[in-house]
């Protein structure tokens, strides 16, 4: 157990292990470059479900990670045993408080790698949620919760560029009473139990149509009801992205392409028709009815990026004591008494 112990605290240790990490680090860095497309993705999974999963199948693609992994635990070891040992000498030799500085920073790394070990482990991410105002769509991995976008709001700089991003978000439970309500921002997540929701990226969507059916204008959306002035019901169906009609007079899209877009109208007696949606302006007759086509709905929508990081707790906490103890070490340290040697005659002060 001595023998251990003396090892680990050892700062030729420390010093082997610098090197080594730096080393497998530049080796990683170019496997990287190497296989940019293997390494998005890993970028986009959690760090230690993901490794196992793959086995051996990519075993020369991820043999620097496992590297870097075994090393940096190594490293967490030695910190731990040389910030007890040190500071028990301290202790021990009632040297000044000043003497304890350096290790506060110890800790705070050991506090954040803590945390980055969680995240790595119990943690998920989620890309690609759209989000349109007003509606909600289910919390991943988080039974019985939704998230609804309430608002965005955005304005370009002169240059055109995103000079300012607001979108309001509002966790809810399934009977729809409100858990909380907060504005984010591109590098100012809502995060809650440990679950980030990222703002990623923007825009507007067409979600229904302006439609004039007998001199009433309408806004119906996509699969949605309307009716004439005379109390005619009608309702929108399939949208045909390149609209065709087969032999026995049934419609289909010739393919996925918005080459010919018509949208699918209705009746109360079920009757069916074809309105252009390309462009405003189109319209039909229908017996009782002309119907035109005045416009478009848009709605505003965001894309989300939903992570859950169970270690972010411990990374801040880490991260703000890592702070306070370089503060400490570099601003209220004194003469750093600790270091000061005296010899017969001569009083030496290392710097």
Known sequence: MRSAWKFFSSVYLTIVLAV????????????????????????????????????????????????????????????????????????????????????????????????????????????????????????????????RLDETEMRAGASGDLDYLRTRLTLLEEDGSEVLTRDIGLNNPLIWKGIAFYHVNQGQSPTGLVIDAGGRTSEVALEGSFSAPDGSRYRLGSVYPDFAIDGSGRPFSRSDLFANPHIEIISADGSRYFLDISAPGSTIKTPRHDMTLRGYVFTPYVVLTINKDPGIGFIIAGSIVLVAGMVLLLFFRGERAEIVRTRPGVEERAS
Not at 104 to 133: D, E
């Open 20 to 147: 080594l990490i730096c080393a497998v680090s530049a080796w990683g860095s170019m496997v990287v470059v190497r296989n940019q497309r293997f390494f998005s993705a890993l970028d986009h999974e959690v760090l230690f479900p993901f490794l196992l999963s793959l086995e051996t199948e990519y075993a020369e693609l991820t043999l620097w990670v496992w590297a870097l992994i075994v090393l940096t635990a190594i490293f967490a070891v030695n910190t731990v045993v040389c910030t007890a040992d040190k500071v028990w000498s301290v202790i021990q030799a009632r040297r000044p408080r000043q003497a304890l500085f350096p290790h506060i920073v110890h800790v705070g790394f050991l506090i954040a790698l803590l945390g980055h070990l969680a995240g790595s482990v119990w943690g998920f991410r989620s890309y690609g949620h759209v989000l349109y105002k007003g509606g909600s769509i289910p919390v991943p991995h988080q039974s019985g919760i939704h998230v």
